[in-house]
């Protein structure tokens, strides 16, 4: 590849300038697999319940390098040896992160792609990137795939209290102006440090690693796992499996090229060829908005329904339970559904469906928060806690859902 060798500066609105710090990093930042995320909503449908909510993957890598960069500057500052390759490698893996992302960030994963994660495609473009760039992603791949010897390395991009979930959360809560969400995380950077080649937070940082985890459980429920939220998600997931059932069965669908050959084919982990992922890089949620724009009018009532509900904000009711919605009630809605559209059971089962979410704010049994005391002593933070909360807030909180049309 040409090299351009062309060091810039980015303005961000949340830490101001951002320096790209090194030829690699502007060339990785510059091809096209990674301008791709200016086009990938960090939050899914969430616009559609916070307006403001229109930031993007692009900014999240960004910000999330960024911190990465304040951190090897703690570290250093610290005593901990980071050399400069290690450096570099930590820079490349945050900024790729999240490269493997699909139209509305979550959404492929479940209808168009076989329960392939971002997490396994975001390798399949770095071992790629790597392939064009002569292996200088070599020590980028070992670190994020967590063999590299060091592993507090890897703790910085993948861990309970990574550069990731730094930066979303105040981003996030930035852009939906939800301030539950706004931990500052240049000051739990500063609280860092390396012990026995773990991450550990300094002692006097407990209480600004209590605020991180609540921050995190209120920005889930209040957020995340809204249920305006959760029923358009489910609502697209549902529209790109009908979709594609419809082609499948010989329909022909109107979709950009790159979308139309995800719903002719059956793509699993195993099928990512270099050419299918050059396919899939194509795609962004420019390709879904577009399809849906004239699935609209399709003869499917399905699909026109589905394309309608979302374009226009006309959603489901979506209603939230302590304990598991029963059969009975199902499929009382559903019968409901197929007598007043005239629809087969399986037709109704789109607009009738159910399920459970989930928030655990921190876990106690995996890659724990560890803070570092004055004597050299390492502890689990919900341990240390003088309160209760972080020791609560481990506990996993189920609800479950039922969807289905309102009443006219």
């Known amino acids: 590849m040409k090299s351009k060798n062309k060091l810039k500066i980015v303005n961000d609105p949340i830490y101001g300038f951002i320096t790209i710090p090194s030829p690699l990093v502007f060339e990785l930042i510059e091809h096209p697999y990674f301008q791709r995320l ?164 300094e002692e006097k940082g407990i209480y600004s690693v209590e605020k991180f985890i609540i921050a995190r459980r209120l920005m889930y429920w209040q957020v ?54 050059g396919t899939f890089s194509q795609l962004d949620d420019y390709d879904i908005i577009s399809a849906m724009k004239s699935w609209k009018d399709s003869e499917d009532f399905v699909l026109s329904e589905l394309s309608d509900m979302l374009l226009y904000r006309k959603l489901l009711r979506i209603k939230l339970k302590k304990r598991p919605i029963s059969k009975a009630k199902v499929e009382e809605k559903i019968e409901a559904v197929m007598k007043q559209h005239n629809l087969s059971a399986h037709e109704a089962s789109y607009f009738v469906f159910q399920g459970s979410i989930s928030n655990q704010a921190y876990r106690m049994d995996k890659d724990t928060i560890n803070l570092i005391r004055k004597n050299g002593r390492v502890v689990d933070v919900a341990k240390a806690s003088d309160q209760l909360n972080i020791e609560a807030l481990s506990k996993r909180v189920v609800k479950y859902y039922i969807c289905y049309p309102k009443k006219d």
């Open 224 to 277: 995340y796992l809204h249920k305006t939220s959760l029923v358009a998600e489910q609502l697209l997931l549902h529209l790109l499996k009908r979709a594609k059932e419809l082609v499948q069965s010989g329909h022909d669908l109107p979709a950009s090229k790159a979308l139309s050959f995800f719903m002719k084919e059956s793509v699993s982990l195993e099928d990512f060829s270099t050419e299918i992922l």
């Open 38 to 201: 200016r086009r990938i909503t960090q939050m899914g449908m969430s616009y559609l319940v916070y307006p403001g909510a229109q930031h993007t993957r692009f900014h999240h890598a960004l910000g999330a390098m960024f911190l990465m960069q304040r951190a090897v500057q703690v570290l250093r500052s610290k005593k901990v040896e980071i050399n400069d390759a290690e450096e570099e490698a930590l820079y490349v893996a945050i900024l790729l992160h999240d490269i493997g992302h699909g139209p509305f960030s979550h959404a492929m994963e479940h209808s168009i792609v076989s329960n392939v994660s971002h997490e396994e495609i975001s390798l399949l473009f770095m071992n790629e990137l790597n392939r064009q760039f002569s292996g200088k992603l070599d020590l980028a791949i070992t670190i994020f795939k967590n063999e590299y010897p060091r592993k507090f390395l890897h703790q910085l991009i993948s861990s309970q209290l990574d550069m990731d979930r730094l930066d979303y959360l105040r981003r996030d809560s930035f852009y939906t102006g939800v301030s539950e969400g706004n931990v500052n995380s240049q000051r739990l950077i500063t609280m860092l440090n390396v012990k026995d080649d773990s991450l550990v937070v």
